[in-house]
C-alpha cells in the first residue's frame, strides 16, 4: 500500500499539468504542488530534520499548509496539526507534550506562539529546492510510521495526541474514495480547516489520492460558498451540519437552485432528518451522511447509490468493521438495542502520544477500538448514533471539552464552583453553558466569558452563563449534571 505522499507523487508524474489546488482565483498544477512540497522537504532536511522528527502546523488554510504537509512526510517526519484557535492553556500542553524540532506558522497566526516561552529561530525559505534535490525516504518501515498527530480529548480533559500511520491514511482513503466513486474528474469546494481531519483526512487526502483537484478557501462564508456553487465548477462539497443549516437559509434568498453536485457530504456532528430532507427541498439532492473520528478518520457511511437514510450514519466503509456492544458486559448486542459503537480496520490509528495506559483502555483484547459513542444498528446494517458515553460538546463541528474549560474557569478568583454542559443551539447543534457559583458577588458574566477567551479557543468560551447558589452533588461529591437544569429552573 501506498502513502499519500507517494501517490501525490506519481500524480504529478503523471499528470503535471492538471491543476491540483485552486486559492484565491490562483490555480496551483500538481507539478506547482511538487516544487513547493519540494522546497519544504529540502529546507527542513538542511536544517537537520531527521526521520521520525516532528513538524507542527499552525497554520490557517492556503496551499503552503498543503505543501508544508506534504514536504514534511517526504522529508521523513511526522506532523503535529494544531488549531490556530489555540491559545495558551492548549499550545502549551501540545507544544510540550509533543516536543516539535520545528513550527510552521504565518504572520497571523504567530503573535499567539510569541506569548509562550519558545526560542524561536526564523526559516529562510528558499526560492526553490536545490537542482541536486532527490529525496526517496520511502521503504518498508515508512507506511508504519506516524504520519500525524492530531489532538484530541477524552474526558480527562487534556488533549491527547492521536498517532496516525501512512498505513492508517491510506487504508481509510483507500475505502473513502472507492466508496464515494471519487475520480480524477471530481472538483471539491473545500472550506473546512485543514488543521482537523475532516478537512485534511478527508477533503485533501480524497483529493490528492484521486488525482483529482480542490478549490480551497480559507473559512467557509455562506454566501461567497452559495456563490461558487451556483458556478457549476464542482462535483463535491463537505461539510458541517452549521454549514448546511447555513446553506438553507441562504437557498431562500434565492430563486434559482445551484446546479447539481454529484456529491454533497456531511460529518462530524449529527445532521438531523430536518435538515436533510429540507435541503433536499432547496437544492434537489439528498446529503450523503458519514460518521468519522479523529482517531479513525471515517468509519461508517451512507451508501452513494441506495437509501441514504436520515437520521443514520450508513454502514461500515469496504474493508472496515463496525459493531454495537453492551456498554458493561462489552458482549455484541442484536439488532436495534442500544450500546457502545466499536470500530475496526486498518484505518484504526496507533494509539496516544506518551499514553500508553489511555491507549491500552480505548481497545478491547481483540483489537476493536471503542468510539465512545453510543448508537444502535438496525437490522439491513444502518447505524445510528444516539449518544455519547465521553462527556463532550460538538459545536459547530468542533469537539469541545467541558472539563478543559471547568479547569480553567475554576482558576478564576470569582468562582467557588463550576460545571460546563452542553445546550441545543439552532446554528451550532450544541453550545457551550457554564453554571457558576461565585466567590464574588460582582462576577459578571462577562468577566467569566471574557476569562474563557483570554485562555482558550474563543470558540470554546460559554455563550450562556446562569450563576446558582450551589451544584447539585451525589454522596460521593460528585457534581451530577443531568440534575442541574432543575437547579437552572428553581434558581436553587
Ligand atoms: C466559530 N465560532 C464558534 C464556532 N466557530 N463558536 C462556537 N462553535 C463553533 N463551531 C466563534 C468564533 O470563536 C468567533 O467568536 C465567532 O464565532 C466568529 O468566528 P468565525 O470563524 O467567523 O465563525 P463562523 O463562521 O460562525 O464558523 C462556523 C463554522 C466553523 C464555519 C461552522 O465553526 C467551522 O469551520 N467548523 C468546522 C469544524 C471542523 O472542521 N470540524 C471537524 C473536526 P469571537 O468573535 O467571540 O472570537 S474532525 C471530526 O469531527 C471528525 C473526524 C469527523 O467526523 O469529521
Ligand atoms: P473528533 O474527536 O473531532 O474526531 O470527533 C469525533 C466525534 O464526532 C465522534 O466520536 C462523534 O461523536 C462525532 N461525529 C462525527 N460524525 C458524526 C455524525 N455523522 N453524527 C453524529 N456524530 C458524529
Same mark, same amino acid.
Given at each position: 500500500?501506498?502513502?499519500?505522499?507517494?501517490?501525490?507523487?506519481?500524480?504529478?508524474?503523471?499528470?503535471?499539468?492538471?491543476?491540483?489546488?485552486?486559492?484565491?482565483?490562483?490555480?496551483?498544477?500538481?507539478?506547482?504542488?511538487?516544487?513547493?512540497?519540494?522546497?519544504?522537504?529540502?529546507?527542513?532536511?538542511?536544517?537537520?530534520?531527521?526521520?521520525?522528527?516532528?513538524?507542527?502546523?499552525?497554520?490557517?488554510?492556503?496551499?503552503?499548509?498543503?505543501?508544508?504537509?506534504?514536504?514534511?512526510?517526504?522529508?521523513?517526519?511526522?506532523?503535529?496539526?494544531?488549531?490556530?484557535?489555540?491559545?495558551?492553556?492548549?499550545?502549551?500542553?501540545?507544544?510540550?507534550?509533543?516536543?516539535?524540532?520545528?513550527?510552521?506558522?504565518?504572520?497571523?497566526?504567530?503573535?499567539?506562539?510569541?506569548?509562550?516561552? #519558545?526560542?524561536?529561530?526564523?526559516?529562510?525559505?528558499?526560492?526553490?529546492?536545490?537542482?541536486?534535490?532527490?529525496?526517496?525516504?520511502?521503504?518498508?518501515?515508512?507506511?508504519?510510521?506516524?504520519?500525524?498527530?492530531?489532538?484530541?480529548?477524552?474526558?480527562?480533559?487534556?488533549?491527547?495526541?492521536?498517532?496516525?500511520?501512512?498505513?492508517?491514511?491510506?487504508?481509510?482513503?483507500?475505502?473513502?474514495?472507492?466508496?464515494?466513486?471519487?475520480?480524477?474528474?471530481?472538483?471539491?469546494?473545500?472550506?473546512?480547516?485543514?488543521?482537523?481531519?475532516?478537512?485534511?483526512?478527508?477533503?485533501?487526502?480524497?483529493? #490528492?489520492?484521486?488525482?483529482?483537484?480542490?478549490?480551497?478557501?480559507?473559512?467557509?462564508?455562506?454566501?461567497?460558498?452559495?456563490?461558487?456553487?451556483?458556478?457549476?465548477?464542482?462535483?463535491?462539497?463537505?461539510?458541517?451540519?452549521?454549514?448546511?443549516?447555513?446553506?438553507?437559509?441562504?437557498?431562500?434568498?434565492?430563486?434559482?437552485?445551484?446546479?447539481?453536485?454529484?456529491?454533497?457530504?456531511?460529518?462530524?456532528?449529527?445532521?438531523?432528518?430536518?435538515?436533510? #430532507?429540507?435541503?433536499?427541498?432547496?437544492?434537489?439532492?439528498?446529503?450523503?451522511?458519514?460518521?468519522?473520528?479523529?482517531?479513525?478518520?471515517?468509519?461508517?457511511?451512507?451508501?452513494?447509490?441506495?437509501?441514504?437514510?436520515?437520521?443514520?450514519?450508513?454502514?461500515?466503509?469496504?474493508?472496515?468493521?463496525?459493531?454495537?456492544?453492551?456498554?458493561?458486559?462489552?458482549?455484541?448486542?442484536?439488532?436495534?438495542?442500544?450500546?457502545?459503537?466499536?470500530?475496526?480496520?486498518?484505518?484504526?490509528?496507533?494509539?496516544?502520544?506518551?499514553?500508553?495506559?489511555?491507549?491500552?483502555?480505548?481497545?478491547?483484547?481483540?483489537?476493536?477500538?471503542?468510539?465512545?459513542?453510543?448508537?444502535?444498528?438496525?437490522?439491513?446494517?444502518?447505524?445510528?448514533?444516539?449518544?455519547?458515553?465521553?462527556? #463532550?460538546?460538538?459545536?459547530?463541528?468542533?469537539?469541545?471539552?467541558?472539563?478543559?474549560?471547568?479547569?480553567?474557569?475554576?482558576?478564576?478568583?470569582?468562582?467557588?464552583?463550576?460545571?460546563?454542559?452542553?445546550?441545543?443551539?439552532?446554528?451550532?447543534?450544541?453550545?457551550?453553558?457554564?453554571?457558576?457559583?461565585?466567590?464574588?458577588?460582582?462576577?459578571?458574566?462577562?468577566?467569566?466569558?471574557?476569562?474563557?477567551?483570554?485562555?482558550?479557543?474563543?470558540?470554546?468560551?460559554?455563550?450562556?452563563?446562569?450563576?446558582?447558589?450551589?451544584?447539585?452533588?451525589?454522596?460521593?461529591?460528585?457534581?451530577?449534571?443531568?440534575?442541574?437544569?432543575?437547579?437552572?429552573?428553581?434558581?436553587?
Amino acid at each position: 500500500m501506498f502513502s499519500i505522499i507517494e501517490t501525490f507523487l506519481s500524480h504529478c508524474e503523471k499528470t503535471p499539468n492538471k491543476r491540483c489546488v485552486v486559492f484565491n482565483g490562483t490555480v496551483f498544477t500538481y507539478a506547482d504542488m511538487r516544487a513547493m512540497a519540494a522546497r519544504w522537504a529540502n529546507t527542513l532536511t538542511e536544517r537537520g530534520l531527521k526521520t521520525g522528527e516532528r513538524v507542527a502546523l499552525f497554520l490557517d488554510n492556503s496551499p503552503e499548509f498543503i505543501s508544508a504537509y506534504l514536504g514534511t512526510h517526504w522529508a521523513g517526519g511526522t506532523i503535529v496539526l494544531i488549531n490556530t484557535a489555540y491559545r495558551q492553556v492548549e499550545l502549551n500542553h501540545i507544544l510540550s507534550d509533543s516536543q516539535p524540532r520545528f513550527i510552521v506558522t504565518d504572520a497571523h497566526s504567530r503573535p499567539a506562539l510569541d506569548n509562550l516561552k #519558545l526560542k524561536i529561530e526564523n526559516l529562510e525559505f528558499p526560492a526553490q529546492a536545490s537542482p541536486h534535490f532527490s529525496f526517496s525516504i520511502f521503504n518498508s518501515q515508512f507506511c508504519d510510521s506516524v504520519a500525524f498527530i492530531a489532538y484530541t480529548s477524552g474526558t480527562t480533559g487534556k488533549a491527547k495526541g492521536a498517532m496516525l500511520t501512512h498505513r492508517n491514511l491510506a487504508a481509510n482513503v483507500a475505502s473513502v474514495t472507492e466508496a464515494w466513486g471519487w475520480t480524477a474528474n471530481d472538483h471539491l469546494l473545500l472550506t473546512l480547516p485543514l488543521f482537523h481531519v475532516h478537512g485534511l483526512g478527508v477533503g485533501v487526502h480524497g483529493t #490528492l489520492w484521486s488525482g483529482a483537484s480542490l478549490e480551497l478557501h480559507p473559512h467557509f462564508d455562506v454566501k461567497t460558498v452559495y456563490g461558487r456553487l451556483s458556478s457549476g465548477d464542482f462535483s463535491l462539497f463537505f461539510g458541517v451540519p452549521t454549514m448546511y443549516g447555513r446553506l438553507l437559509s441562504e437557498a431562500a434568498k434565492h430563486a434559482k437552485r445551484p446546479p447539481a453536485l454529484r456529491l454533497y457530504v456531511c460529518g462530524s456532528a449529527a445532521l438531523s432528518a430536518e435538515t436533510m #430532507l429540507a435541503f433536499e427541498q432547496a437544492y434537489g439532492q439528498r446529503i450523503l451522511e458519514r460518521y468519522g473520528m479523529t482517531e479513525t478518520i471515517m468509519n461508517m457511511t451512507n451508501p452513494l447509490n441506495g437509501e441514504r437514510r436520515p437520521g443514520t450514519v450508513g454502514q461500515p466503509f469496504p474493508r472496515q468493521a463496525g459493531r454495537v456492544v453492551h456498554v458493561r458486559t462489552r458482549q455484541p448486542l442484536p439488532p436495534d438495542q442500544d450500546g457502545e459503537i466499536e470500530v475496526r480496520g486498518a484505518n484504526v490509528f496507533k494509539g496516544y502520544l506518551n499514553r500508553p495506559e489511555a491507549t491500552a483502555e480505548c481497545f478491547t483484547e481483540d483489537g476493536w477500538f471503542k468510539t465512545g459513542d453510543l448508537g444502535r444498528v438496525s437490522a439491513d446494517g444502518y447505524f445510528t448514533i444516539t449518544g455519547r458515553a465521553k462527556e #463532550l460538546i460538538i459545536s459547530g463541528g468542533f469537539n469541545i471539552y467541558p472539563r478543559e474549560i471547568e479547569e480553567v474557569l475554576a482558576q478564576h478568583s470569582g468562582v467557588a464552583e463550576v460545571a460546563v454542559l452542553g445546550r441545543p443551539d439552532p446554528d451550532f447543534g450544541e453550545s457551550v453553558h457554564a453554571v457558576v457559583v461565585k466567590n464574588d458577588p460582582n462576577l459578571s458574566a462577562e468577566a467569566v466569558i471574557a476569562f474563557c477567551k483570554d485562555n482558550l479557543a474563543s470558540y470554546k468560551k460559554p455563550r450562556y452563563v446562569t450563576f446558582v447558589s450551589a451544584l447539585p452533588r451525589n454522596a460521593l461529591g460528585k457534581v451530577q449534571k443531568h440534575l442541574i437544569s432543575q437547579v437552572i429552573e428553581t434558581g436553587r
